[in-house]
């Protein structure tokens, strides 16, 4: 788990926009779409992947696979999460046997032709369609006209879509308007309210709420004393696992605002910014995939995510994309009233795997 903060909390230095700006992005998401391009490489580009990620592909599958199973128990909604790791190619790119025998072994993977080179506006709508399958609508163009081109021969797309609902659900009649300290100024924003036994903690300059899902997900709130936009430049790893250590079982009166969060981002620079940088270029090694030689020209992302008094719905997609390098009484209550802007975590209890990631700055 500690290898998945460190890559989670490094990329998103790189790839958020500036820190009062509300954003989102699933690591589980992009940890899968890498982690498929890593076992289709080898030499220096595979490594600089598994550099990026602080992980190889066999720990990765291990974290994302135990993931992609969510336990069961009562909820008042059964979980749903739904993952896709598929390889796109075009129908005469000769792909290595053995590598599509290592793919089996992802959660929800395939291996799908599209017509690429043929008629690249009819095999970007394929990708797009399957994508907004798998993620219920949430993400209905993954990929924007123009990003799939003649030269483009394959594509590593991981979609995921989650929607859990709370183990108690918050009382819609208790919701209601409450100040919101915005970076823009401070607004009125329907805002849940709860008083019940939560995970809780308070150290380091930030307060943590633990909210149980269904299926072994657990929201977590994370709130800073200071302005986020002081305090989340400064939170790394071993500081968020900490926080999370810290964690017990209190009584809380918590006011959370309902909210919904999108992000959308090329990662290029910023996985350049981690050190991978061969996977871009004419030097890039794909040869346990193909004989072919290839190169990464883009990887884009997009995110959703949806909190109300019932629990989460969020949708993620990345995809990779590939062309020929030859064509370029109780005590008192806790209160914990989250009032201004503060870090939002979804993630697989078990394992740690971060579904979500996001920054909100402005709740609607």
Not at 38 to 52: H, P
Not at 141 to 170: C, H, I, M, Q
Not at 227 to 250: F, I, M, W
């Amino acid at each position: 788990m500690s290898e998945h903060l460190d890559f989670s909390l490094s990329l998103h230095r790189r790839l958020a926009p500036p820190v009062d700006t509300p954003f989102c992005w699933s690591p589980y998401s992009v940890a899968s779409a890498l982690g498929l391009a890593a076992t289709a490489t080898g030499g220096r580009t595979r490594d600089e992947l598994v550099t990026a990620l602080r992980d190889d592909p066999a720990g990765l599958l291990k974290l994302l696979g135990g993931a992609a199973e969510l336990s069961g128990g009562p909820s008042a909604e059964p979980p749903v999460l739904a993952v896709a790791n598929t390889l796109w190619a075009h129908a005469d790119l000769p792909v290595h046997q053995s590598y599509l025998a290592v793919l089996e072994d992802w959660p929800g993977s395939a291996v799908r032709n599209a017509p690429f080179r043929t008629a690249p506006e009819e095999a970007r709508q394929l990708i797009n369609a399957d994508v907004a399958e798998t993620t219920r609508e949430l993400i209905p163009e993954l990929l924007s006209p123009g990003s799939v081109v003649a030269d483009t021969v394959a594509a590593l797309v991981n979609a995921l879509y989650l929607k859990v609902s709370w183990r108690e659900a918050f009382d819609e009649k208790a919701t209601g308007r409450r100040p919101f300290h915005a970076p823009a100024g401070d607004r009125d924003v329907p805002t849940m309210h709860a008083t019940r036994r939560l995970g809780y903690a308070a150290a380091e300059g930030w307060q943590v709420v633990s909210l149980p899902a269904a299926g072994g997900v657990e929201a977590v709130v994370l709130l800073p004393d200071a302005d986020l936009a002081t305090a989340e430049p400064g939170l790394d790893a071993a500081q968020l696992r900490r926080l999370l250590a810290a964690v017990e079982q209190q009584r809380v009166e918590l006011f959370l605002p309902k909210f919904d969060v999108t992000g959308d981002a090329e990662l290029t620079r910023s996985l350049g910014a981690l050190g991978v940088q061969e996977l871009f270029t004419p030097d890039a090694d794909f040869s346990p995939l193909t004989d072919q030689p290839l190169r990464v020209s883009t990887v884009v992302h997009q995110a959703v995510l949806e909190v109300d008094e019932s629990g989460l719905e969020g949708a993620a997609a990345t995809a990779v994309m590939m062309r020929l390098t030859a064509i370029v009484r109780e005590p008192e209550p806790i209160r914990v009233e989250v009032d201004r802007p503060f870090l939002f975590l979804v993630r697989h209890q078990a394992t740690g795997a971060l579904y979500f990631l996001a920054r909100v700055t402005d709740p609607s």
